[in-house]
């Protein structure tokens, strides 16, 4: 079985909603083992995450970067990033925000200069923008803000329950399910 880490923080619930949805994505694919793990749980060992064999990492966006807690999680990193003990892992990113943009693109690239930093290897979001009218930035699109580096995601309402919409989540599973994918092939 090969082991796949979703890394997340939450800070109003949207994001772990998001993380739920790429966990199942990743956890559907045969010879799988998924774990849904929040960043504050794993910022006091985060070595725990060194028989990965890939992690996904997840955090809302705020003001265009990753939040505090979840920068704490990278920071907690440095011991791993010294021994390079997730070199060749398989890494990706996922995010959310409240605005369609939010410089979501920003946090992104934070998250895969981090996994570079590693010397992981990043998978981005393959799903092209789909939308079930045609219209592009419909909520049950897939891939609807057409991001490629990883999985986005937006959030109008206060109520997690609510948002992020169907197509934000069907995009963030078929993620899950791409990454796993894809660590699977590795040796």
Request: aromatic share 8%; hydrophobic share 40%.
């Amino acid at each position: 079985m090969k082991k796949v880490a979703i890394v997340y923080h939450s800070g109003f619930g949207h994001t772990e909603v998001q993380a739920k949805s790429v966990f199942q994505g990743a956890q559907s694919i045969t010879g799988i083992q998924a774990f849904l793990i929040k960043a504050e749980d794993a910022v006091n060992e985060p070595a725990n995450l060194n028989k990965m064999d890939a992690i996904i990492f997840g955090s809302p966006t705020y003001l265009g970067a990753v939040s505090a807690p979840f920068k704490a999680f990278m920071d907690a990193t440095t011991d791993i990033w010294f021994q390079q003990q997730w070199k060749d892992k398989i890494a990706a990113g996922f995010t959310n925000s409240h605005s369609l943009s939010g410089d979501k693109l920003s946090t992104l690239i934070q998250l895969a200069i981090f996994g570079a930093q590693h010397g992981m290897i990043w998978v981005g979001q393959a799903e092209m923008n789909t939308s079930p009218d045609g219209q592009p930035g419909h909520p049950d699109a897939i891939n609807r803000v057409g991001t490629m580096l990883g999985a986005t995601a937006q959030s109008e309402n206060a109520d997690a329950s609510e948002t992020p919409g169907g197509g934000d989540l069907k995009s963030a599973e078929l993620f899950g399910a791409r990454v796993a994918s894809v660590a699977l092939r590795m040796k």
